[in-house]
């Protein structure tokens, strides 16, 4: 362990958080397809916030691991074209696959919406249940009324 690379340390830790959050995300897709089996079943139930809620998860955590992508892309000194997505050497100035021209500090860390914590628990901070009255309520919009 101690001769290890140190970037495979820092590059084993992201991948774990991509672990982490794809486990999440499964989570939260088992969860909507019960919350939707639930409201089949039984048509005065309107899960739609829960559901709703739970898909801006899976969105927020795909996109955190879009990002830990990127940042173990730079670690292995590469950098990905935003034109075609090749992956190209992080000193180069332009897509040896086509062309597009990098910014000009594309070179430097990719900029993240995640924090470096490779250990954190994303399922936590974001778990949906009924107390979750944020903005105002969507009530009447979608009632369901049995006539
Ligand atoms: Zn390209």
Redesign the pocket.
């Known amino acids: 362990m101690a001769l290890f690379d140190p970037k495979a340390k820092i590059i084993s830790g992201y991948e774990r958080s991509i672990d982490d959050r794809t486990a999440s995300i499964r989570k939260y897709y088992d969860e909507i397809g019960k919350l939707y089996y639930d409201q089949y079943k039984d048509m005065n139930v309107d899960n739609t916030k829960d559901i709703n809620t739970r898909c801006e998860a899976i969105t927020r955590l795909s996109n955190e691991i879009e990002d830990y992508k990127l940042k173990i892309l730079f670690e292995r000194g590469l950098k990905k074209?935003p034109?075609?997505?090749?992956e190209n050497s992080l000193e180069y100035g332009f897509?040896f696959?086509?062309?597009?021209k990098f910014d000009e500090d594309s070179a430097n860390a990719p900029k993240t919406s995640v924090i470096d914590e490779p250990a954190s628990e994303p399922a936590k901070e974001e778990t949906p249940d009924e107390e979750q009255k944020s903005e105002e309520a969507p009530a009447e919009e979608e009632k369901k009324d049995e006539e």
């Open positions: 074209c034109n075609c997505g090749t897509c696959k086509c062309g597009s």
